[in-house]
Nanobody, 122 residues
Framework: QVQLVESGGGLVQAGGSLRLSCAAS????????MGWFRQAPGKEREFVVA????????NYADSVKGRFTVSRDNAKNTMYLQMNSLKPEDTAVYYC???????????????WGQGTQVTVSS
């Protein structure tokens, strides 16, 4: 079992930055690929980015490439999402997830956090 807790969301103006964190507890964090997803009001949850177990592999949604950067610190059981040049369309609840496998890309997500709200004003 893995428990995931997101933090770092908030309200920011367009063009600004936020850094999200996902703290993991429970069974070994370092053996799982991890990812970020988001869900805007009235829309389905969408994939944002995934990172392999050791940080050596990543894959990003086209909508965030060049603006968002994912990283992880296995010693701290924490994954991060640095979000720059934020746009109003980035407004959503952001969720972190732990995959069943260790490498990316992957489509099998086993554990989910509760989410953190990110609001970007124009």
């Amino acid at each position: 079992q893995v428990q995931l807790v997101e933090s770092g969301g908030g309200l920011v103006q367009a063009g600004g930055s936020l850094r999200l964190s996902c703290a993991a507890s429970g069974r070994a964090f370092s053996s799982n690929a991890m990812g970020w997803f988001r869900q805007a009001p009235g829309k389905e949850r969408e994939f944002v980015v995934a990172i392999s177990w050791n940080g050596g592999g990543t894959n990003y949604a086209d909508s965030v490439k060049g603006r968002f950067t994912v990283s992880r610190d296995n010693a701290k059981n924490t994954m991060y999402l640095q979000m720059n040049s934020l746009k109003p369309e980035d407004t959503a609840v952001y969720y972190c997830a732990a995959a069943r496998l260790s490498t990316v890309p992957t489509t099998t997500w086993r554990y989910w956090g509760q989410g953190t709200q990110v609001t970007v004003s124009s």
